[in-house]
């Protein structure tokens, strides 16, 4: 199992780092817990330019990372290792980034999980316009 993991807004290396490893540290210890081997986990962060000032600048940021860049890396990875399952991990903006690749993706992501996702209610709706901002209707397949 790989984990992707998204910061959400404002977020600097440090600060993503800080995230990321809390986000580990409790995947490791339930693994602990539960007998899952340490050695069949595997761990990736996504650290985007979520500094922009702008609310709306960064999320329009966060899904063009999502679908232009982590959605084709998923699909390459799904082509040479295709027994991994993905679960992405996604907070705030970093939610959105990981609705954006669930919407561009191939199938080659196994589960997510958002956290507290910068996404309107009914941004899953299949009737939306799955290439308009804010819009994941494809994400749920």
């Known amino acids: 199992v790989l984990f992707v993991f998204a910061h959400g807004w404002q ?3 440090p600060s993503s780092r ?3 490893a809390r986000l ?3 995947i ?3 693994a602990a817990r539960d007998g899952v081997p340490v050695e069949s986990l595997g761990f990736l ?4 330019d979520s500094k922009r000032l702008v609310f709306h600048e960064s999320a329009l940021n966060a899904e063009v990372i999502g679908r232009k860049r982590i959605a084709p890396f998923l699909g390459k990875l799904a082509a ?3 027994a991994t399952k993905v679960v992405m991990v996604g907070h705030s903006l ?4 990981t609705l954006a690749a669930l919407n561009a993706s191939t199938g080659t992501i196994h589960g997510a999980v958002l956290l507290e996702a910068a996404a309107d209610l009914d941004c899953l709706l299949p009737e939306k316009n ?6 994941f209707p494809l994400a749920p397949h």
Not at 45 to 48: C, L, Y
Not at 94 to 97: C, I, P
Not at 130 to 135: F, I, K, L, N, V
């Open 11 to 13: 977020n600097d290396i």
């Open 18 to 20: 800080d995230f990321t």
């Open 24 to 26: 580990i540290k409790g």
């Open 28 to 30: 490791l210890a339930r």
């Open 45 to 48: 962060a996504v650290h985007w």
């Open 80 to 82: 040479t290792a295709p």
């Open 94 to 97: 970093g939610g959105r980034l």
């Open 130 to 135: 799955h290439e308009a901002p804010g819009c």
